[in-house]
């Protein structure tokens, strides 16, 4: 069965850090773009930041520019989110997301240019 499922988020205070897993099932995510995704109460989806498969080149939203990084680990099918310096505006459902290798960074990310479905996500609730 082809998956995506993310892991970590919780209830973390303004400033604190939090990791965000998505784990591949079905499927080598190597071969793929992978991006985040988030969506706040009541907002649209956004991308949050995305990663090339071709050379490694990221994208990241400019509100979360020198606080999250994204990464992936194909020996265990895994895409990460390091996120630090929380910010009560960074609460949503956060999700992730696969492209094909000919899609571009804003096309993923910004257009929200996606393959498959998408995890179930995982909330990040930022709150003191």
């Known amino acids: 069965q082809v998956q995506l499922v993310e892991s970590g988020g919780g209830l973390v205070q303004p400033g604190g850090s939090l990791r965000l897993s998505c784990e591949a099932s079905?499927?080598?995510?190597?071969?793929?773009?992978l991006g985040w995704f988030r969506q706040a109460p009541g907002k649209e989806h956004e991308g949050v930041s995305c990663?090339?498969?071709?050379?490694?080149?990221?994208y990241y939203t400019d509100s979360v520019k020198g606080r999250f990084t994204i990464s992936r680990d194909n020996a265990k099918n895994t895409v990460y989110l390091e996120m630090t310096d929380l910010k009560p505006e960074d609460t949503a459902v956060y999700y992730c997301?696969?492209?094909?290798?000919?899609?571009?960074?804003?096309?993923?990310?910004?257009?929200?240019?996606?393959?498959?479905?998408w995890g179930q996500g995982t909330q990040v609730t930022v709150s003191s």
């Open positions: 997301a696969r492209s094909t290798p000919s899609t571009t960074l804003q096309e993923m990310c910004i257009e929200g240019d996606t393959f498959g479905s």
């Open positions: 079905g499927f080598t995510l190597r071969y793929y773009n």
């Open positions: 990663l090339l498969d071709s050379d490694g080149s990221t």
